[in-house]
């Protein structure tokens, strides 16, 4: 059994009926942000959204803005290369959370110290 089928998308219009309002509101913003007559050009606008789509793994989103990018445009070597941009900026935030964790743990570390027993830090 697989949890993702290409025919989810077809969707949109039953969660629509269940909850109107707020899947009119996404489909509004969602126009708005992949309209043709911004200054950030369609085929830029797709290739961004395919690396986010990539960095978050959403295979639905990978589908949608693969084709919405091809459609603007963009070459496979185009899609590609925005795969490997997500992959890096995706591993730089790691690596900035491993300096936050270090912090932390220095900073904890040095509380432990003056801490009474018992007492936790919650923030």
Request: glycine letters at 10%.
């Amino acid at each position: 059994m697989t949890y993702q089928h290409p025919s989810d998308l077809h969707r949109v219009g039953q969660v629509r009926d269940l909850a109107k309002t707020e899947a009119d509101a996404f489909l509004a913003f969602h126009a708005a942000v992949f309209r043709d007559d911004g200054v950030v050009p369609r085929k830029d606008r797709e290739l961004v959204a395919l690396a986010v789509a990539t960095a978050n793994r959403c295979a639905y989103c990978i589908d949608t803005h693969t084709r919405g990018a091809a459609e603007a445009g963009a070459t496979g070597q185009e899609m590609t290369e925005v795969a490997f941009v997500a992959a890096a900026v995706s591993a730089g935030g790691a690596m900035a959370h491993g300096l936050l964790s270090h912090r932390l743990h220095r900073d904890q570390q040095g509380h432990a110290k003056t801490a009474p027993t018992g007492a936790h830090g919650h923030g």
